[in-house]
């Protein structure tokens, strides 16, 4: 019964738990947020940059191994750093800096799962996610792709799992935007957005779809329809439709990124299993 002693008491018990729990959370490293503060700043060199992430050898050395994966591509292996960031751009920095660091999280919970199938699904979608948004237009990309690549971190936390609760705290560990946060609440039921903010879900609940229907999930799904149709009747595309100034069609989009799956995937297999 609501108010009494012994209801109370489970409250006060459920929230220790809770405290208990979240701090076992990684954290963001304090380098990746110095590094993002940085980057917002349009004066800041190079060289800035590449001192600030050397601090990190653990992150150096998976921005290296991300950079030269085919998920970027580069024509020849790079070695430093430097020339690292160099092709990379300032501009993919940030998504690869963060990518790198939030491997960690994927790495706690529970046991039992597949992580690699989880954490290739994660990339899938953010990398997805990513991309319908610049192809419509939307501004802020870097916060669909991280949106796409948390979007199932509940997933990892089952036994950690308290809905908003452990949302809120591990938003705040990771300074993590609502956007971000409303992604991974409500990526399976658009509806429940507020529509000012839908936009963002709806992207990433595109791309979720979109990965899980082309085998870069980690569930097994029960598919035998068309995907065109499937993907062109997505509630996501009404909800862009009305959020979003660019021509939202469907067709071109999926055409597109039928292509780049293939790319992703192998790239994937290639040498991104960092769980
Ligand atoms: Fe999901
Ligand atoms: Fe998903």
Known sequence: MEGTPQNIFDRLNAARTLMAE????????????????????PDVSIDEITDLLLQDQVLTTRVLRLVNSSFYCPLKHLDELREAIIYLGLDHLKEAVFTCAVVDLFKTGKEGFSRSLLWTHALGVAKVAKIIAERLGYPETFNVYLAGLLHDVGAVFLNFFRGKDFLSSLGCRWHLQDGITDAILYHHNLDAVPPERAAGVALVSLADWFCT?????????????????????????????????????????LDELNGIIAGLRAAILEGLYMV
């Open 22 to 41: 979240v701090d076992e959370l990684p954290t963001v490293p304090a380098v990746v947020l110095r590094i993002a503060g940085k980057l917002d700043d």
């Open 213 to 253: 229907r082309r085998k870069l999930g980690y569930e097994e799904i029960d598919d035998s329809g068309n995907i065109r149709e499937g993907w062109e009747a997505h509630r996501a595309w009404e909800v862009l439709r009305a959020r979003v100034a660019a021509p939202c069609e469907p067709g071109p989009h």
